[in-house]
């Protein structure tokens, strides 16, 4: 794993417009030395390495897949700060197998050492097309003859195509509070894919979705019931809104996606379920819920956050706290490793999911040790 | 062996026809873009939209109305607006009800043990009366909390969202 420069290709800004990625302009504040989408640098990996990431993303899939088999069975729901009324409509969503489409691994790795979950973004991830799209086409135009990790679009038809939905539509839903653009494109994005797969689709904001009693069901403005609904919207959230309790008790009418048993790997608290399980893991950094144990060096992080806010690092070389007002359900405390630096910045990758394989990879590079909103995404290739 | 990690022929139609929206929205200085997107789904022959206005009037055992019965609301309903009141079934007495909290008559059925009741005053025994069961047509229908009642029921919504960011 390699960082390299390259010129970016002239009028990339255009370019990357052209290919739906539009809010670039809208996150780059003006104090930022570079910009959001940055092709001047890349990585470069090698198949091999690729390959064993490959891997161990799914193995750490199916290790979340236990975790949420265990809390289930074991009723844990707590260690989660998920109301009560919720934990049956869970577990049912659990058992019926609910269909979910996508998530996003964020790794530590450096190329040589095992990569190490940082969190799992299984509910709401974005940066979807940057690494599904517009990296693919840079690749295309910058090194031809090489390759990427990446069958992201392919994989999101393939699992629309296969999803046994209701009749009817299926609704994808935004939330119009979005100013930046980034969540109506990658609900717009994905809504695409779900074309493409030959679905039926229709747009709508969450704040549009309409609840009808007497039917027991949601509804969009024109009276369309929803049957199947994508939501860029964090099911935290949903069980705080007034309908919250709409969605969960009445699940059987709305196919919502992502599902409701997804709130388990979205929250942060399974990263304290994965060490308890999986103790001393490779793929995994300790973690606990009651607080820091024997962690000299460690990472106090919100069970529900987002952006990297509300995060603290207490650690002998480091410190550094981010702002924000999350933290209200708790927190989890896990060791901390710095984030490796490549000329100065420090990546995340982004190791994305379709269903339950291993699709493509984003990475976002930040000067600092914490990964928030103001990080860059930079493509990558695999030599060939 | 060589395994194919990439390989596809990305269409993207109407992702960039919102990428000129978001351009667009954002190029002003609060930024809040109106997405369009490209080709709506017509659904018409699937679910049943809840605009009623060509709807023969019915009751809520979902009979059509009788004529007597539509002179009946003519009389009673000379405004643009009507109350609907939730009431229990059982209670009726001389074509008075006992009114009972609205959210009984959330998801009500036509064997339910509640319906609504159009119009009317309510007495201090907590009765009402001077109403009717039988769904008026051409008026817009309000619960005493402000949600409007359609004909597929009450049709309430601002139950998601007001939030800032989602993603992650």
């Known amino acids: 794993m390699r960082r390299e420069h390259a010129t970016p290709r002239e009028g990339w800004e255009k370019i990357i417009e052209g290919q739906g990625l539009a809010f670039h302009r809208s996150v780059q504040a003006t104090h ?115 390759d990427q990790w990446n069958s992201i679009h392919e994989r999101l038809i393939d699992r629309w195509r296969e999803l046994v939905l209701p009749t009817g539509p299926t609704h994808f839903a935004w939330t119009n509070m979005d100013e930046t653009g980034e969540e109506a494109m ?118 529900l956050g987002r952006e990297g806010a509300s995060m603290q690092i207490v650690s002998p070389d480091h410190q550094a706290r981010t702002e924000g007002s999350y933290g209200a359900e708790g927190f989890v405390y896990q060791g901390f490793e710095a984030l490796p630096s490549f000329e100065g910045q420090r990546p995340v990758l982004g190791a994305w999911m379709v269903a339950d394989e291993s699709a493509g990879l984003g990475i976002r590079e930040t000067a600092g040790l914490i990964t928030d909103d103001t990080s860059s995404f930079v493509p990558h290739r695999i030599e060939l | 062996m060589r395994r194919a990690l990439s390989s596809r ?46 709807e023969e009037p019915v009751d809520d055992a979902g009979e059509t109305l009788e004529e007597d019965d539509e002179d009946d609301f003519e009389e009673v309903f000379e405004e643009d607006e009507v109350v609907a009141t939730c009431v229990e079934r059982d209670s009726e007495d001389d074509d008075s009800y006992e009114v009972v909290d609205d959210e009984n008559c959330d998801g009500v059925g036509k064997h339910g043990a509640y319906l609504w009741y159009y119009g009317g005053t309510t007495t201090n025994g907590g009765r009402i009366s001077g109403g009717t069961t039988a769904r008026p047509r051409d008026v817009s229908i309000v619960t005493e909390g402000g949600d409007e009642l359609t004909r597929s029921g009450k049709i309430s919504t601002n139950g998601f969202g007001n939030r800032t960011s989602t993603g992650s």
């Not at chain 1, 109301?83 to 869970?90: C, D, K, L, Y």
């Not at chain 1, 530590?108 to 599904?132: C, F, I, M, Q």
Request: hydrophobic share 40%; proline share 8%.
């Open chain 1, 32 to 146: 930022l030395p570079r910009p959001y989408w940055d092709e001047s640098v890349h990585y470069v990996f090698t198949m091999e390495q690729v390959l064993d990431l490959e891997a161990q993303v799914e193995e750490l899939h199916r290790m979340c897949l236990a975790v949420v088999e265990h809390v289930i069975a074991e009723r844990r729901f707590a260690d989660f700060a998920l109301p009560e009324w919720t934990w049956q409509e869970i577990t049912h969503s659990w058992e019926r197998r609910d269909p979910h489409v996508y998530g996003r691994f964020d790794l530590r790795y450096d190329g040589v050492s095992p990569p190490k979950l940082l969190e799992y973004n299984a509910d709401t991830p974005t940066s979807l097309l940057e690494s599904s799209v517009v990296q693919w086409y840079w690749l295309q135009d910058r090194f031809p003859g090489d």
């Open chain 1, 186 to 303: 990658t609900v717009a994005y994905l809504q695409e894919t779900a074309d493409q797969a030959g679905l039926k689709t229709v747009a709508i904001a969450m704040e549009d979705i309409g609840w009808d009693p007497l039917n027991r069901r949601f509804v969009d403005t024109g009276g369309r019931v929803l049957r199947s609904a994508f939501k860029l919207y964090p099911w935290e959230w949903m069980l705080a809104d007034r309908f919250g309790e709409h969605a969960v008790r009445h699940a059987a009418s709305t196919t919502w996606i992502e599902p409701l048993w997804k709130a388990l790997l979205s929250n942060k608290a399974l990263l304290a379920l994965l060490w308890e399980l999986y103790p001393g893991h490779p793929n995994l950094l300790p973690a606990y819920l009651d607080g820091p144990r024997e962690l000299t060096s460690y990472i106090v992080k919100p069970l």
């Open chain 2, 9 to 54: 022929s990305v269409s993207l139609g109407a992702l960039v026809a919102l990428s000129s929206a978001v351009l667009t929205g954002c190029a002003s200085p609060e930024p809040s873009p109106t997405i369009e997107y490209a080709a709506p789904y017509d659904d018409s022959a699937e679910d049943e939209p809840v605009d009623d206005a060509e």
